[in-house]
């Protein structure tokens, strides 16, 4: 007999255990049965989360479920560890009615197994059509990272119905041990909502005809936080369906998606309304950006509030000043106003802030019309500085360079101000009419005829503009 047959024999068979027992890290003491690497079964539930109302974004609590249509139809779910898909979920929800009309809440998983460690989950719900779900494979290298796919305006494809079902994706770290038991997912939708209302102060009905939300992003990173580049922030939706509002009766336009828009400049409303064949009004938002899966209330209101002009007229070279001058509404002319100067008579204008309306000097001006012949808008009251296209500011001077031509000619205000939370641009036309002197009744000043400042101060007066 051989002795070292029976030595032998059973270390042969113990040598795949004391390999295991190598790789794991057992101990001799330890049961090598044992040492195998921890596995689990478990279950994964994916969800949409609810939306954020961006009014109150701090209060998690603010938040509301989407609408029918606004949930998941198709999806996929990756456990990613170092760049190898080692568990991906793909469910057949061909026959789920829910799914098909894209109203699939949830959906949960049956038993999955696991290796203990951490993972990098990704779940997509609605994007198969954007990147085929069939070139991730499980046990193989991701092809393309999610964080490098880009989708081009889904907003402006699910306003115009070419886009059905809402992207929506989400990605987190997960720590798997032996006890996990479930994962649970949230999916965000990958566009925002906005929710517009359109009220007046106006006591008599007002025809809209059209409102546009511009400034939102083209494109939209699958993963958020992802980089994304060249991004164009030159979106906008339209609404042309015609309505009617007056003061305490606003209009809700039907509820539209726009792109997640990081942060940058605000976002432009335009309205345009039949009033005296056509006047559009001109807001910016406070807000400048749009996440993901929010809600964005946004009431827009035309305030027809009080904007303050006061004018002085001057006769020159006398240095007499005419008396009661105003500005006043040209009738059948929305925005449309009229000075009346003697020919060849000095004008200052100055725009007054009023009833909490601030208005940017920065921001305003006054455009002379190119084809006015014998008409000057300068800084200064002196008639014999040549006149400029315009002038920035709340206040110009200008005069009128012929004193035997009687014509109207228009120059253009661009009234910018603050109302609120939210800025608002206007332009207005103002005709300068220039009539015979003698129409017109004058108190004397100290006025040259070089200088041309005024030291006598008019009476004032008020004209009601619409504002947008």
């Keep these: 007999m051989n002795p070292l047959k029976h030595i032998m024999k059973p270390a042969l068979y113990l040598l795949p255990w004391l390999g295991l027992a190598a790789l794991t890290g057992c101990s001799w ?38 609408e029918d249509g606004e949930f998941m139809n198709d999806l996929c779910v990756l456990f990613v560890q170092n760049n190898v898909v080692k568990l991906k979920l793909q469910p057949d ?49 991701m092809l393309n990272a999610p964080e490098e796919i880009v989708l081009t305006d889904p907003a402006g494809d699910l306003n115009s119905g070419t886009r059905k079902y809402i992207p929506m994706a989400a990605k987190e770290e997960v720590k798997i041990t032996a006890a996990t038991r479930s994962v649970s997912i949230g999916l965000d939708r990958l566009v925002a909502k906005v929710r517009m209302t359109v009220s007046t102060t106006s006591q008599e009905s007002v025809t809209v005809k059209n409102v546009t939300f511009s400034g939102y992003a083209d494109k939209v ?40 828009t990081h942060p940058g400049a605000p976002f432009s409303i335009s309205v345009t309304t039949d009033e005296n064949q056509g006047v559009t009004y001109l807001a910016t938002t406070k807000l400048d950006n749009l996440p993901r899966n929010s809600i964005y209330p946004l009431t827009l209101n035309l305030n027809q509030s009080e904007l303050d002009i006061t004018a002085e007229v001057y006769l020159v070279p006398i240095g007499a000043a005419v008396e009661d001058c105003k500005v006043e509404p040209v009738e059948g002319q929305q925005d449309t106003y009229r000075l009346r100067i003697p020919a060849g008579g000095l004008f200052k204008m100055q725009l007054n802030s009023r009833n909490g309306i601030t208005y940017d000097a920065g921001g305003c001006s006054w455009e002379n019309d190119p084809a006015n012949k014998y008409i000057a808008l300068t800084t200064s009251g002196n008639t014999e500085a040549g006149g400029v296209p315009s002038v920035t500011g709340t206040t110009v001077w200008g005069y009128s360079s012929a004193s035997n031509i009687y014509d109207e000619y228009p120059i253009y205000l661009t009234a910018k101000w603050t109302d609120g939370t939210n800025n608002f641009t206007r332009k207005y036309t103002i005709l300068i009419a220039t009539e015979d002197m003698f129409n017109f ?25 619409i504002k947008k």
């Excluded at 049965?33 to 009014?55: H, I, W, Y």
């Excluded at 809440?105 to 954007?130: C, H, I, M, P, R």
Aim: aromatic share 10%; net charge negative.
């Design 29 to 66: 003491e330890e049961d090598p049965a044992t040492c195998l690497p921890e596995t689990t079964s478990l279950q994964v539930t994916v969800s949409a989360r609810q939306e954020g109302d961006l009014n109150s974004r701090a209060d998690e609590n603010q938040t509301e479920g989407g």
């Design 221 to 260: 990173s699958l993963i958020e936080d992802a980089s994304l580049s060249s991004v164009n922030r030159d979106q906008s939706y339209s609404y042309d369906t015609g309505f009617q509002i007056s003061n305490g009766n606003p209009e809700h336009i039907p509820e539209f998606y726009v792109n997640e």
């Design 93 to 141: 929800l061909s026959n789920d009615a829910s799914a098909t009309a894209g109203n699939l809440e949830n959906w949960t998983s049956g038993e999955q197994t696991l290796e203990a460690g951490t993972y990098t989950v990704y779940a997509f719900a609605n994007t198969n059509k954007d990147y085929d779900y069939q070139k991730w494979k499980e046990d193989a290298a």
């Design 441 to 465: 009744d004058y108190v004397e000043t100290n006025t040259n005829a070089n200088m041309a400042s005024p030291l006598y101060l008019n009476k004032e007066y008020l004209n009601m503009f």
